[in-house]
């Protein structure tokens, strides 16, 4: 299934160091005030997960692609600087590229369930 709307999302788990959870989110949450304001910026969720108490999640929405956002998004000044703190946060970092198919609920990627049908 293709891209029908040019739009690309992350969704990227962070695995914590015991104890920075607070800190880390400090951060996590600076980074989403400044990349708000970019053009291509949609949308984006921050999550704790349930089951994994030091695990957050963030849930982000671009318009492009995986290859305009890492062109585009990725040098960014304000971005070195929060990548330059992550070692001293986390553990691990799992980035998972997703193209939206369908939605149901919130017209965020203007991909309809009809589309997906198709």
Not at 42 to 70: F, P, R
Not at 83 to 110: F, K, Q, Y
Request: glycine content about 4%.
């Amino acid at each position: 299934m293709t891209n029908n709307n040019n739009q690309i999302i992350l969704n990227i788990r962070f695995k914590v160091k015991p104890g920075k959870k607070d800190d880390f989110r400090k951060q996590l949450s600076s980074l989403v005030d400044i990349m708000s304001n970019e053009t291509n910026f949609v949308n984006a969720i921050i999550h704790d997960d349930m089951d994994q108490s030091e695990d957050i999640v963030i849930y982000e929405i671009w318009k492009g692609t995986q290859e305009s956002w890492l062109q585009e998004e990725f040098p960014k000044p304000y971005r070195k600087e929060y990548e330059g703190v992550l070692s001293e946060l986390l553990n691990d970092r799992m980035v998972s590229w997703l193209i939206p198919v369908a939605e149901w609920g919130s017209n965020l990627t203007g991909v309809s369930k009809k589309q997906s049908l198709k």
